[in-house]
Structure formats: C-alpha cells, structure tokens
C-alpha cells in the first residue's frame, strides 16, 4: 500500500497564481480598450461619411446645401432637419413640416415636439461620446443631443477692427484673415455673448450655398466637426452640446455679411472655429451651453477628433493642428489649399 498523498495548491502557490493572472489581465485590458476605442473612432468615422453622403444627395436634389441654422416664422430648423430624408428618415422628416410659428424649437412647436420625443438617430450620435444622449430640450420634449456640428466659418481676432489688417501686418494677432465675423449673441451668460459668428464657412446662417462656392476645392473645406465630449468648468464637467436639440436653427433672418451687418441672435447647430480643436476651457468668450457660437471641437477619442470635409472625405484632424490652419480649413474660399493625411 502506497502512502502517496495527493499534493494541493498550498496558499503561497495560489496568491502567486493570482499574481499572474491579475499581471496578465492589467496587461491585456489597456489592449482590450484600444481596441474598443479604435472600433468606435471608426464607427463614428462612418457616422460622418453618412451625413456626407447625405449633403451630396441633398444638394443633388436641390442645387444647393441645407443652410446651418435658418429663420423660420421664428426659430427655423436646423441642416440636420433638412438631410433627414437622406439618412433614411424620411418618416420623421414627414412628421415634421415646418410651418406655424418657430417649427425648429421643440419648446414651442406641437408638432415638432411630438415628432422628436424619445427619438434617437444613432448616425448623429458619436459611439464614443461620454454624456447623455437626451436631455428635455424645451417643453418637456425629450430630445437627442447630437455629436456633430456644421461649420459657419472661423473667427479674426481682429475682425472688430476696420480695416482688418492683412496677415502678418502691424495689428494683425492670429495670422488669419476673415471680414465676414459679426458678435452673434444676445442672450445667456457673459461669455456667451462674445460669441462671434461667421460667414466664411459652408454653413453660415440663412445662406443656401453650393458647391460653386467652395472656391478653395471641396477637399479642402471642413464642413462638419465633432462636438461630442465634456468641457471642464474649473473642476466641473459642463456640456457645450446644443442645449435646445437638433432640429433648432435661429429667429434672425440676417446673414454674417460683415462685423456691422449680420445676425445677433443664437445660431444653434453650427460653430465658427475660434479655438484649437480639443480645448477643455470652458470659461472663454463665446463658449457656452445656450449656445456658445465658439464652443471647441471635441471628441473623447485620444489627440483629436473625426472630420467631414467638402467632398464627403473623413478625416481625423489632431489636437496639435495649429490654429490659424484649422481657421484656414473652416473658411470654403481663402485661396489657400492644404494637404491632409
């Protein structure tokens, strides 16, 4: 008879099993993570090349772009209302006919309120975007809070001055040029009204542009950014995403002609680019929730965010991008050309 016993695990043996294990899982996980955020920036990437698809269709039917952010009887609708039937929502869209006062503000249109209740559109929604995606948007409607924004144009530091002093003269701070700048804010916090809109862009307001103006060649013209992660309020996150939804435009019939001529109401769903891509300030004049008419772009994908261009490319544009560049790209006809990865 054997007197062979059969041997377990002492407890050294298995707190250094689980040492190992517990190495192994740290190393993978970081792995794991990457490859869920690669996953994602690439479904957000396609989220973009949609609403590319659906700007080319639209133009395509009606020889010009949806504007940004219109007046209508009011608050008018915003470009997303207009490319629904293009991102196969054209059932919403028929919910929604843009007529009596203020069609675009779900705080005041029956209409509009019913049709945008508790609906979600996931290709407006960026995958990676940390914060709700509802919030109530006005008249108890709870409404989407969409990711991206069209681009009305970029902001001169100096465009108060007259005249504008040419790049690089005397007087001349951000190396960049643009007379259509107008204040375009008369409403909410301090800072908000600093806000500074555009015209340069291919989505100013209560302009219908085509594809003729983009004079710099579509490829080099970023209409549409990500706007899809938390600011930082001191310490406190603070949302910078439209705070009335994504169908609402503006009451102002005017357009951004000049620092004396143009809107000075809020122009919802669209942003003229006066800051770096990624900056997380959110005390800077014309930044705010209701609504900054300069709220950055910026994304939760790590060192950038995705980016629509005139020709319905992609592009993933970095945090290290000079300003004056990403001013450059936001304006359709500056005569500069300028080559992306």
Known sequence: MSNTRNRGFTLVELLVVIAIIGVLVGLLLPAVQAAREAARRMSCGN??????????????THNKFPSGSRQLNGWGPSWYVGILPYVEQKNLSDQMPMVGSHPGYTGVSLTTRAAVNNTIIPGFICPSCPMPETKDVGGGAIG???SYIAIAGAVDEDSSLSPVPAIGAAGDTDL?????????????????????????????????LR??????GTSNVLVVGEISNWMKNGTAPADTRVNHGWTMGTDNSAKVVSWTSG??????????????????????????????????????????????????SVHFLTETMSLPLLKLQATR??????DLP
């Not at 040029?177 to 340069?200: D, F, P, Q, V």
């Open 47 to 60: 989220n973009m090349k949609q609403i590319g698809l659906a700007l080319h269709n639209y133009h395509d």
């Open 144 to 146: 989407m809070l969409p």
């Open 176 to 208: 960049f040029m643009e007379t259509r700048n107008r204040l375009a804010n008369a409403c909410c916090s301090t800072n908000e009204k600093l806000s500074i809109g555009s015209g340069g862009g291919t989505f100013p307001p209560n302009e219908f």
């Open 211 to 216: 594809f003729a103006n983009l004079t710099d």
């Open 263 to 312: 809107p000075t109401q809020r122009t919802f769903n669209i942003n003229s680019i006066r800051y770096s891509i990624g900056t997380q300030n959110f005390n800077l004049p014309g930044v705010g929730g209701n609504n900054g008419a300069n709220n950055p772009l910026i994304s939760a994908h790590p060192g950038g965010i995705q980016s629509l261009f005139g020709d319905g």
């Open 333 to 338: 006809d500056d005569g500069q050309v300028i």
